[in-house]
């Protein structure tokens, strides 16, 4: 969460180069933030061409803007300041609050736009402001809100106002991904059974009130006539039987098209919306790390090798290098998700064409170990719908666990490294960081070549039965 603080604070520094004219307010504790309005105003009647991070009143009504730009007088423009590579609904509700509290203290709102990341920009030395933004004007929209935004006002200020809490249900998101009021939903009940309709995978907020008014709360009670996807009625059906479901026929020709020797590859990447080495546009995924088990042949032990980027420099080329030589040039290579491996290696093609034949080659090579799991071929209840390794390895590995890592998901490994080797944080932790993150990677392809024995095991039991 940090992480992505850190990122649109950082963005901003750049988006506010746009307006050299400018005066920058802003807070650093409540007194600061109590005198900002009376400072805000200040500035405006001081004739100031540009205000950045301003407070308003008006009435019960407060916002902070993040560029108001003077046209003439008392007309102005509204920027908001967004480190998202487009314009979401969500960012012209923000803008109408803001036009309807601007507006009712006094203002004349002309244009409203939003300043966001322009990701076809591609770093080449000192970043360029100018290039690594984009303006998008978005007047019209949020005007059409107005009205919508003024009655979301007063209901907002009657719940303020009311004794007792609203609804809380997952049914009333509106805007934004319901997964993540779903964890917010999940902390505040902790009481939910485990496999509450709240646990149904890629769930949407008309089902949670269809559900909800038949008064049903275990994915087990779900009636039939209730439309689900796929995926859904696959958990349901596992839930309700208490039964994995198993398609060996599947499995087995998955299994049977490898080839050996059998290669495990996971990256661990780095990503920022200001890219730190040239060549790289913003939001860049770029691998500083891999590791890679390996099984020769049928029967023959596992071996594992790996790499981590240690130097504040670009990693991609000497992470080829290293590449090329543990990965050889035979064999099926086992990845996780593979969209995500695949672009990966076709974007350090493209930055190192001497390295494009390699990575295409090893894309030909890859498949991906998630399919089985994301395709339903092997369904338990406890994976609630979901194919993440992480959702996947605890129910059929049961031995191995993130749990007991310092590091334990992708989002902390790559904000550690980017801290400790980009912006030389950490350094009396930087040797244990470094081993960290090789047991967390580790970790992730060890995983995969147990969850590969399991199906393996399950071609056996089916040879067997057969």
């Given at each position: 969460m940090q992480a992505l603080f850190d990122n649109g604070h950082l963005f901003e520094s750049y988006a506010e180069q746009l307006f050299p004219e400018s005066t920058r307010l802003g807070f650093t504790d409540y007194l600061t933030y109590a005198s900002l309005p009376k400072r805000t105003t200040e500035a405006l009647e001081s004739g100031a061409k540009t205000i950045l991070q301003g407070r308003f009143e008006a009435g019960q009504l407060t916002c902070i803007i993040d560029v108001l730009d003077r046209v003439e007088g008392n007309v102005f423009d509204l920027y908001e300041i967004k480190s998202s590579t487009s314009v979401k609904i969500d960012h012209e509700y923000d803008l109408a609050f803001q036009v309807v509290v601007l507006e009712q203290a006094g203002l004349t709102i002309r244009n409203v736009s939003v300043i966001h990341v322009n990701n076809k920009y591609v770093r080449e030395g000192l970043i360029d402001s100018k290039a690594i933004t984009k303006t998008t004007d978005v007047t019209e929209a949020v005007r059409l809100l107005i009205d919508e935004t003024k009655l979301n006002i007063q209901q907002a200020l009657k719940t303020i106002?009311?004794?007792?809490?609203?609804?809380?249900?997952?049914?009333f998101v509106r805007l934004g991904p319901i997964d993540e009021w779903l964890v917010i939903y999940k902390s505040l009940y902790t009481d939910l059974a485990p496999h509450s309709i709240y646990h149904l995978a890629t769930l949407k907020p008309q089902l949670v009130g269809e559900l909800e008014d038949l008064g049903v709360t275990h994915i087990k009670d779900i009636p039939d006539h209730v439309k689900l996807s796929?995926?859904?009625?696959?958990?349901?059906?596992?839930?309700?039987?208490?039964?994995?479901?198993?398609?060996?026929?599947?499995?087995?020709?998955?299994?049977?098209?490898?080839?050996?020797?059998?290669?495990?590859?996971?990256?661990?990447?780095?990503?920022?919306?200001?890219?730190?080495?040239?060549?790289?546009?913003?939001?860049?995924?770029?691998?500083?790390?891999?590791?890679?088990?390996?099984?020769?042949?049928?029967?023959?032990?596992?071996?594992?090798?790996?790499?981590?980027?240690?130097?504040?420099?670009?990693?991609?080329?000497?992470?080829?290098?290293?590449?090329?030589?543990?990965?050889?040039?035979?064999?099926?290579?086992?990845?996780?998700?593979?969209?995500?491996?695949?672009?990966?290696?076709?974007?350090?093609?493209?930055?190192?064409?001497?390295?494009?034949?390699?990575?295409?080659?090893?894309?030909?090579?890859?498949?991906?170990?998630?399919?089985?799991?994301?395709?339903?071929?092997?369904?338990?209840?406890?994976?609630?719908?979901?194919?993440?390794?992480?959702?996947?390895?605890?129910?059929?590995?049961?031995?191995?666990?993130?749990?007991?890592?310092?590091?334990?998901?992708?989002?902390?490994?790559?904000?550690?490294?980017?801290?400790?080797?980009?912006?030389?944080?950490?350094?009396?932790?930087?040797?244990?960081?470094?081993t960290d993150l090789i047991e967390y990677c580790k970790l992730d392809t060890l995983a995969m070549v147990q969850l590969y024995k399991v199906l393996q095991a399950e071609i056996l039991i089916s040879n067997k039965e057969a």
């Open positions: 106002q009311s004794d007792t809490p609203p609804g809380m249900s997952p049914r796929e995926k859904q009625q696959r958990q349901v059906q596992a839930t309700k039987t208490d039964k994995r479901i198993i398609d060996k026929e599947k499995i087995f020709d998955f299994v049977d098209k490898l080839k050996y020797p059998l290669y495990f590859l996971d990256y661990e990447t780095l990503s920022s919306v200001i890219p730190s080495f040239d060549g790289i546009h913003p939001y860049q995924q770029v691998p500083f790390q891999y590791s890679l088990h390996i099984i020769e042949n049928p029967g023959a032990p596992i071996q594992h090798k790996e790499y981590l980027h240690t130097e504040n420099t670009h990693p991609g080329l000497p992470l080829l290098q290293r590449l090329k030589e543990d990965i050889g040039n035979t064999g099926t290579i086992f990845v996780w998700y593979e969209k995500f491996e695949k672009s990966r290696n076709k974007e350090l093609g493209e930055m190192f064409p001497e390295y494009a034949d390699f990575m295409q080659s090893v894309n030909n090579r890859v498949i991906d170990l998630m399919l089985p799991f994301a395709q339903g071929w092997f369904v338990d209840k406890d994976f609630y719908g979901s194919a993440s390794i992480k959702k996947v390895l605890p129910v059929l590995v049961t031995d191995l666990s993130y749990k007991e890592l310092n590091i334990q998901e992708g989002a902390s490994a790559q904000r550690l490294w980017m801290e400790t080797i980009l912006d030389g944080k950490n350094t009396e932790k930087k040797a244990q960081i470094m």
